[in-house]
Nanobody, 129 residues
Framework: QVQLVESGGGLVQAGGSLRLSCAAS????????AGWFRQAPGKEREFVAG????????YYAYSVKGRFDISRDNAKNTLYLQMSSLQPEDTAVYYC??????????????????????WGQGTQVTVSN
């Protein structure tokens, strides 16, 4: 199975940018579909962005579309989330996740946390006014 470790979180002012990284070990990241989720205090974990296992298709939550960009570097076995125009409501712990591709879903981005099989420990992103 794959192990995931996020990094790149921190404190940033509103309007600023951050790039999160998720390094995979144990297995090749390209063997999985992948996604980013976030969880703010007192709220449920929510989908942010995802990338399909095959075809490179991506999908974003409405709240981040146009501001965030998900990408994967297979050579580095790393998933990225480039975040721009950050707002205080983006403050949360951000998690990367990997999903075993299944028949019929290889080109589909799943958006529910329960549909992912492996999780990192999370990295805190705090956006101040």
């Amino acid at each position: 199975q794959v192990q995931l470790v996020e990094s790149g979180g921190g404190l940033v002012q509103a309007g600023g940018s951050l790039r999160l990284s998720c390094a995979a070990s144990g297995r090749t990241f390209s063997d999985y579909a992948a996604g980013w989720f976030r969880q703010a205090p007192g709220k449920e974990r929510e989908f942010v962005a995802g990338i399909a296992w095959s075809g490179g298709g991506t999908y974003y939550a409405y709240s981040v579309k146009g501001r965030f960009d998900i990408s994967r570097d297979n050579a580095k076995n790393t998933l990225y989330l480039q975040m721009s125009s950050l707002q205080p409501e983006d403050t949360a712990v951000y998690y990367c996740a990997a999903r075993n591709p299944t028949l019929g879903t290889t080109r589909v981005v799943m958006t529910s946390p329960g549909q992912y099989d492996y999780w990192g420990q999370g990295t805190q992103v705090t956006v101040s006014n």
